[in-house]
């Protein structure tokens, strides 16, 4: 009994932290429903009549953040005025992004959308939620329109199959992913790469993957639980932007066959989010130092 109820409290410790993020993202669904409802709100969920309502819970998140990762944003000024599109690392539970997100609205007023994979969108009870804070399907349509009318849009290319299968070693698995790179080239906007610090080591998945990754590949859900929680450092980096080069023509990528201007593009990206993961980050990644930078003030 004592054996098996000290199991039960080990499991609880690894996986409390994720469920209470997840009880908190619905939290914060139900309060836009109560504000929608008071307000009779029709509006279209992006337009500024949900400003107040987005600050609230930005506010939260960001209060959240500070209380149990000590989070710290850096590089805003790298951000350009008008659109781009923000190229990240996919921790476990990408639960930095929101920090970012939430710290980027209460600082500068800016709603940058988030490109999400499809299960996403499936998920039951944050069609409110997904909507005002500017969840968008991957399509290269949806990310033309959004960067057309002045947004940020962010995108993780490794998505999901780097959240269940990357690790300690901060392992980029983008794949030959580079939809991302011909919308900017389309679109003529800057890329900027994003990393946070020690992401892996307060979120992580289980070592034996084998099988999770045959279910994932077959099913495109993550199957795999995420564990952990730990109270350790974050620091989101911000990189210079890398910028649309106008000498890059529609003409000249043709006879490049396209692809190879789309896999320049995209390997300076990745070039450039390894970087800063080479940068900022012990690697592989340990817990014990990532809760001890806690404590170093002279980082900050």
């Known amino acids: 009994l004592i054996i098996g109820s000290l199991t039960v409290c080990g499991i609880l410790v690894f996986f409390i932290v994720p469920l209470t993020i997840v009880f908190f993202i619905y939290l914060s669904n139900i309060l836009l429903l109560i ?7 029709k509006a279209d969920p992006l337009s500024d009549v949900w400003d107040s309502v987005r600050e609230t819970i930005a506010s939260f ?35 930095d992004y929101l920090y970012f997100l939430s710290r980027l609205f209460l600082w500068k007023k800016r709603l940058c959308l988030s490109v999400a994979d499809n299960f996403v969108f499936r998920l039951p009870g944050l069609k409110l939620l997904l909507a005002v804070t500017g969840v968008i399907p991957g399509t290269r349509e ?43 080239l389309e679109a003529k906007v800057p890329i900027i790469p994003m990393y946070t610090q020690n992401v892996r080591e307060g979120y992580r998945m289980f070592k034996e993957r084998r099988f999770f990754r045959q279910l994932y590949e077959s099913t495109r859900l993550p199957f795999t639980p995420p564990y952990g929680g730990l109270p350790v450092k974050f620091r989101t980096y ?31 990206t990745k070039t450039a989010v390894q970087a800063l993961i080479s940068k900022h980050q012990t690697i ?3 817990i014990w130092k990532a809760l001890l930078e806690r404590f170093d003030k002279r980082r900050k």
């Not at 710290?72 to 000024?77: A, F, I, K, P």
């Not at 990357?166 to 991302?180: A, H, P, T, V």
Request: hydrophobic share 35%.
């Open 142 to 184: 949806e990310c033309l329109v959004a960067l057309k009318n002045g947004y940020l849009v962010s995108i993780s290319p490794g998505g999901v199959r780097e959240a269940l299968f990357s690790d300690e070693s901060y392992q980029l698995m983008w794949g030959n992913r580079k939809g991302f790179a011909q919308v900017a």
């Open 238 to 268: 911000i990189g210079k932007p890398i910028p649309y080069d106008p000498n890059i023509t529609t003409e000249e990528l043709v006879e490049k066959v396209i692809c190879k201007g789309k896999f320049l593009f995209s390997f300076q």
């Open 35 to 41: 504000y929608q409802r008071n307000n009779e709100l």
């Open 61 to 95: 998140w960001d209060i959240y953040a500070r209380v149990w990762h000590g989070y710290e944003l850096h590089g805003v000024e790298n951000l350009p005025e008008g659109p781009g599109i923000l190229v990240y690392y996919h921790g476990a539970i990408p639960i």
């Open 284 to 286: 592989p990644g340990n």
